[in-house]
């Protein structure tokens, strides 16, 4: 099987949000879902992160860890791992053939639905210890949302993405991944707007969940301090206080229930995170940039505060790709400032903004013309040969992107 194509071939039916195909492939698989104890993930941002955050910790606790997340960026078989290894090509062609082999005529699955219904598979064939699943869209009805007794649920934040499928409100989206919690099961919830929090509270008393809201942690030099745990932190950026909190609060409730994980474990695990596209400072051709997915505008204000915290002397060289369906405008004033500089790229092989609008609309945010490209490389080349090597030179605006970058042999990183 050329695994490739045959995900492609089910790419045609785009994203169509419900249960009834995950369900009925499960079901014809033999339930794998509830073969494995779970950690169930949703949130507009941050569950990446967390995720990442989760896996190091249980793997530092000596635990075999399962761990589903999306987009990849490099290649499909990142977003099922072991241990933070991928996927072997021969299980990755024998999962999906598992699951071609139920699928029926009249109920052809998402493409989404496919793979994950082969990760389920692979960790219930490998018998992982415990499973971390990252939410692809929403909650309510993600390909992911069939777990019943999940050990815990986590709501990492909730702000304005999807909202042509997930609603259009704040309460709306929150409706969504709240869909996520389950009866009596616990529910770890970060900082949220109030009326996603009403909305949320509401579904935890509902399902009779005992929900733990979790504050950032506190910044301390070259670390972060969280109901009296010191650590260090292997992500960068404000935004890593609450996500590391929404992780240590995680194990908390997995402590309770039993599983043995040292304090030790989680300082480890945390101090050791890395997470591909996501203030990722690495080389191009030589030369210094960053890499942030920052594909929304949640996301573009994390980014902009960490320029501004790690360098608000200087202009900022910006490389910027966004998909027409983002707020493009909302992430162009969060972004950029006077002084700063704007290349304007497409996004490979995706419904991307048009780079000469992006460019149009940053000229009076930036007082000065802005350029645009036909392609990524065009727009970063030009930015570096522009630059001098305190300018910042940061490629961001959609994981898409990040993930063709990350795939060209001009980069170079661990």
């Known amino acids: 099987m050329e695994t490739s194509k045959f995900l492609a071939d089910f790419g045609k039916f785009g994203i169509n949000l419900g249960l009834e195909r995950i369900d009925q492939l499960l079901q014809d698989l033999g339930y794998p879902q509830h073969q494995v104890p779970t950690i169930h ?193 292997g992500l960068l950026g404000k935004h890593q206080l609450i996500n590391s909190a929404l992780a240590i609060a995680t194990i908390q409730v997995l402590q309770s229930q039993g599983w043995q994980i040292p304090e030790m474990a989680i300082k480890t695990g945390l101090a050791n995170t890395k997470w591909l596209g996501r203030l990722q400072n690495l080389k191009y051709n030589g030369r210094e940039i960053w890499l942030d997915g920052a594909h929304n505008l949640a996301a573009a204000e994390a980014l902009r505060d960490f320029f501004d915290q790690s360098f608000s002397l200087v202009p900022r060289f910006w490389v910027i790709g966004i998909l027409e369906t983002k707020d493009w405008q909302g992430m162009l004033k969060s972004l950029l400032q006077p002084g700063d500089r704007l290349y304007a790229v497409p996004v490979p092989e995706h419904q991307t903004c048009d780079p000469q609008v992006l460019a149009a609309y940053a000229e009076a945010i930036l007082g000065q013309n802005s350029k645009s490209f036909t392609t990524w490389q065009e727009g970063l080349n030009l930015a570096l040969a522009d630059c001098d090597s305190t300018n910042p030179v940061i490629l961001c605006g959609s994981l898409y992107l990040v993930g063709a970058c990350l795939q060209s042999q001009e980069f170079q990183y661990e």
Not at 102 to 118: H, K, N, S
Not at 140 to 154: E, K
Not at 186 to 198: D, F, I, M
Request: charged share 20%; with cysteine; hydrophobic share 45%.
């Open 41 to 233: 993930v949703a949130g507009t941002n941050g569950k990446g992160s967390v995720c990442a955050f989760l896996r190091q910790i249980l793997q530092a606790a000596d635990f075999r860890v399962g761990c589903f997340i999306s987009p990849h960026l490099i290649d499909w078989r990142e977003r099922i791992t072991i241990n933070g290894s991928w996927i072997e090509k021969e299980d990755f062609i024998n999962s999906l053939a598992r699951v071609k082999e139920v699928i029926l005529p009249d109920q052809l699955p998402t493409q989404f639905e496919v793979i994950t219904a082969a990760a389920w598979c692979y960790f219930a064939q490998q018998k992982v210890d415990i499973a971390v699943i990252e939410t692809g869209l929403g909650g309510r009805l993600d390909a992911t949302n069939v777990q019943s007794q999940p050990l815990v649920s986590v709501i990492t934040s909730i702000s304005m993405d999807h909202w042509q499928r997930l609603g259009n409100s704040l309460a709306a989206i929150a409706a969504e991944k709240a869909g996520i919690i389950k009866y009596k099961r616990p529910v770890v919830v970060g900082e949220l707007a109030e009326s996603a929090k009403l909305v949320i509270a509401q579904k935890a008393r509902d399902c009779e969940a005992e929900i733990t809201w979790v504050k950032a942690a506190l910044a301390q030099k070259g670390g972060a301090s969280w109901q009296g745990l010191e650590y260090q932190l």
